[in-house]
């Protein structure tokens, strides 16, 4: 079997830290590189913590040298930023965009991106917009294959509190059954099942965009025998 090696952006967040806990476990991946802004403890024999400047080009490129897919599951909130949007687009547009550039020029030819559901650079709404124009940028690298999971109400328990989070998912977990049709992509999914989808799409071989739903990143996780 061909082994990859992979790179995890955002690793410390809710999808992330799954994403950490199962890639050294799939035979697929022989290095799991994981770049941070501060040390962690590396949690397997597979992993390598590379600490990066992601506003140094040189520091970013200098990690993903030799990586040949990015898992890219970085995000933040108004509350971190203290409503600063500007700051808020350098985390969740920034980063990803340059990484996704800065792969390819190490010769990288998978990304695979935590976006949201009802994502759309047009959007009124400011957190659909940004997720929206950055799908668009991270497309427009011309990365060869590009991988979008787009989750509704993420389902998990975070290392950080957030109240207003752990509310919507006690109201939407129950709810979500009811979801179906086309509605059926507002169901709330749960993070480690995301971190799984990101994991099989990153194997796949396909050149192309690929977005996944719901519905799409189930079918992955439980394919139709």
């Known amino acids: 079997m061909e082994k990859r090696s992979s790179a995890i952006i955002g690793a410390t967040g809710l999808t992330g830290s799954w994403l950490q806990q199962y890639l050294p476990e799939d035979p697929g991946f022989d290095i799991i590189r994981t770049l941070v802004r501060w040390p962690v403890e590396p949690v397997s024999p597979k992993q390598e913590v590379k600490l990066v400047d992601f506003s140094d080009a040189e520091s970013v490129l200098l990690a993903l040298t030799g990586v040949t897919v990015v898992f890219c599951a970085i995000g933040t909130t108004q509350k971190k930023v203290k409503g600063d949007q500007q ?54 690298t011309g990365m060869p294959a590009v991988h979008i999971m787009q989750p509704s109400q993420l389902l998990g328990k975070r290392a950080e509190s957030r109240p207003l989070e752990s509310f919507t998912q006690a109201i939407m977990k129950p709810l979500s059954g009811l979801f179906s049709g086309s509605w059926i992509k507002y169901r709330a999914i749960a993070a480690k099942d995301v971190a799984r989808a990101m994991i099989i799409a990153g194997k796949k071989e396909e050149t192309g965009v690929f977005r996944y739903t719901y519905k799409e990143m189930m079918e992955l996780i439980h394919p139709a025998s």
């Open 87 to 140: 700051l808020y687009r350098r985390i969740d547009h920034d980063i990803p965009v340059r990484a996704c550039k800065l792969a390819m020029e190490t010769g990288c030819r998978k990304f695979v991106l935590v976006s949201a559901v009802g994502a759309n650079p047009e959007s009124r709404n400011f957190y659909l917009r940004l997720k929206g124009q950055t799908e668009a940028d991270i497309i427009a």
